[in-house]
């Protein structure tokens, strides 16, 4: 069993490394099999490496800062609320995050301030629902 300050950590260095661009750090966070499901835009990926490209290409520079992250006391899920910043705007995202035996995040849901179509060019990485 992960305890909840184990996840915790995990949560903070997948969004550590994400704003440091990190994508060594950022995969190490990840299962293999990870689905990251975006319900607002109606996306989901399978797969870390689609996973790990879709960040890479995602367009746009932008900061993020955890500002605060509830993990359940099982050591599966943890929900994360953070803070980014995208030019002069700042945005409030809820990202709620399972893990596998080993810590590893094996599901990702992210909730964005509000639906939003996608950006073109990553088809070749999401399925649309």
Known sequence: MTTTAELRAVAETYWSAADARDWDAFAATLADEVLYELPQARERIRGKDRYLRFNREHPGARRVRVERVVADGEGR???????FTVGAEELHAIHFFVFDAAGRISGITDFWPEPYEPPAGRDHLVERY
Do not use: D, E, L, W
């Open 77 to 83: 899920q943890a929900a994360v609320r953070t803070r």
